[in-house]
């Protein structure tokens, strides 16, 4: 006789359900697992001798052969200890297989018999929810709070494998997720204001229309002028995450094991700043197996690039697809994983290498052709795509002198937020911003009255803006008006939309 038990695998940020069958018979002693399972889910047999023997359990000397079906779809980790562990026990008569069948099951063992967390549980969580004919599902006790937005589906949290064994006996409750207490919160970073940052008022306008609109910045500044001040104020001025967004942040860092255990749902916008000494497959996403990039982890957030030159030519190359797409796809022999990704790019730089370049009253030291060679390293196809390049100037003593002023971020937080409302009801999609803008929606909701096309039409020939670059000089224009309250495009907000495009021809 076959007993089942079910469990699921991912791929990327889908869950697939799989099927564990078990057939226990007269043969060679021996757990042979089948159903393209690698070395980590062929280890579990190991990982299941170990705890079933830490609770007296005997398992038969017999031929037990384990199917991962769809043997299809690759399983990767030791999310199937514990259906591969039930339904073995179910084979040799330790608990009903009527029960066992009708559940699903993740996590993986620990030697003493632990239940220890696992990767992707909300992801299989939701997935589960419209399976049919399941009673629910079991995962660690750790994963319990992740899976909380699974509200359609009964999910229990164990600690042990005693404990899953003593509840399909029909001897003992497992702790539910709705009935679960709030999850732990991870000590979060000071958050910076505005208002901590002196001067800067070009630049603080500029990420306020970044923030609104969901543009790609670029900061360009001598070092110590407050450029990465600047970025890590950013997220203190965008709005919070909707129960969508939330939803799918949280299921890229699940998927990606960056859950701490204990948390629940993301409840703020993530900031990713990786080091520039950063792999592609870091941050684009990849690796054996296949895990999300840092692009991906800044899904519905920032991604911060300080020191932009210092990052590999190849690495930022990458960036590019992604940028336009808010999606990266990773293929493999057989497989294509997709992750989101839809983030906000902020970024740094020097304009060359002693940084003096825009500063007036001190003279730069640099070569001109190493000047060249310095803006070299990023390629026009990738600076086309980055929405709005703002100097940032040194700050004098006499601003700075004055310290710190009143907060400034609420009343930021508070404009981005109305702006992004405005966008929202003109498209009739909540989660599409202004950067989003199809070159369709761009004709529909981007209309230039004559003064604003003919102010566009001389920027454009006299700095040899691209399409693209046209097409972001809109998007922007379209963000500024939105930010003024104006339903029209007027040729004030062309002019500043200009302005932040055609200062990387400064210099």
């Not at 009903?96 to 699903?104: F, M």
């Not at 800044?298 to 960036?319: M, Q, Y």
């Amino acid at each position: 006789m076959v007993q089942t038990a079910f469990s699921a695998a991912l791929l990327g940020l889908e869950a697939i359900p799989v099927r564990v069958e078990v057939a226990i018979r007269r043969g060679t002693p021996m757990i042979g697992i089948v159903g393209l399972a690698p070395s980590a889910a062929r280890e579990c047999r190991e990982r299941f001798r170990s705890a079933a023997a830490q609770l007296g359990l005997r398992v038969p000397g017999l031929r037990i052969t384990v199917n991962l079906a769809p043997a299809d779809v690759r399983k990767e980790g030791a999310a199937f200890d514990l259906p591969v562990a039930v339904a073995v026990l179910a084979g040799a008569g330790h608990v009903p297989g009527t029960r066992v069948r009708r559940w699903g099951f993740v996590g993986e063992l620990g030697l003493d018999g632990t239940i220890r967390p696992v990767r992707g549980s909300l992801p299989i969580a939701l997935r589960f929810s419209r399976v049919k004919g399941l009673e629910g599902l079991i995962v660690p006790e750790a994963n319990l709070r992740e899976t909380q937005p699974a509200r359609d589906l009964r999910v229990l949290g164990a600690a042990s494998l005693g404990e899953v064994l003593g509840f399909l006996r029909g001897e003992a409750d497992l702790r539910s997720a709705a009935a679960a207490p709030g999850p732990v919160r991870p000590t979060a970073s000071p958050v910076c204001d505005f208002g901590d940052i002196s001067g800067q008022p070009i630049a603080k306008r500029a990420l306020e229309i970044a923030a609104a609109g969901g543009h790609n910045i670029l900061l360009r500044g001598a070092p110590g002028v407050g450029k990465t001040m600047l970025a890590r104020a950013l997220p203190s001025i965008l709005p919070p995450l909707t129960r969508e967004e939330a939803l799918e942040a949280t299921a890229v860092h699940s998927v990606a094991g960056r859950l701490p255990a204990g948390a629940g749902v993301l409840e703020g916008r993530p900031f990713r700043a990786p080091h520039h000494t950063i792999t592609s497959a870091g941050l684009i996403g990849g690796g054996v197996p296949v895990q999300p990039g840092e692009i991906s982890l800044a899904h519905h957030g920032v991604l911060f690039l300080d020191e932009l030159t210092e990052f590999r030519a190849w690495t930022l190359e990458a960036l590019r697809q992604p940028l336009e797409e808010g999606a990266v796809r990773i293929t493999r022999a057989g497989t294509q994983v997709r992750y989101p990704a839809r983030f906000l790019l902020a970024a740094a730089m020097n304009p060359c290498p002693c940084g003096r370049l825009l500063e007036p009253e001190r003279d730069c030291t640099c070569d001109p052709a190493v000047v060249r060679r310095h803006a070299g390293r990023l390629s026009a196809p990738l600076l086309d795509r980055i929405d709005m390049h703002v100097d940032v100037p040194a700050v004098g003593w006499d601003v700075l002198r004055a310290g710190p002023g009143p907060p400034e971020s609420p009343a930021m937080r508070c404009r981005v937020r109305e702006a992004r409302a405005r966008s929202s009801r003109r498209s009739g999609r909540p989660s599409l911003l202004n950067a989003g803008l199809s070159p369709r929606s761009i004709r529909d909701h981007c209309k230039l009255d004559d003064p604003s096309d003919a102010m566009l039409r001389r920027g454009s020939a006299a700095f040899d803006l691209s399409a693209r670059a046209c097409h972001r000089i809109l998007r922007v224009s379209r963000t500024i008006a939105d930010l003024e309250g104006s339903e029209p495009i007027a040729p004030g907000h062309v002019a500043e939309a200009l302005q932040f495009r055609v200062r990387e021809q400064s210099g």
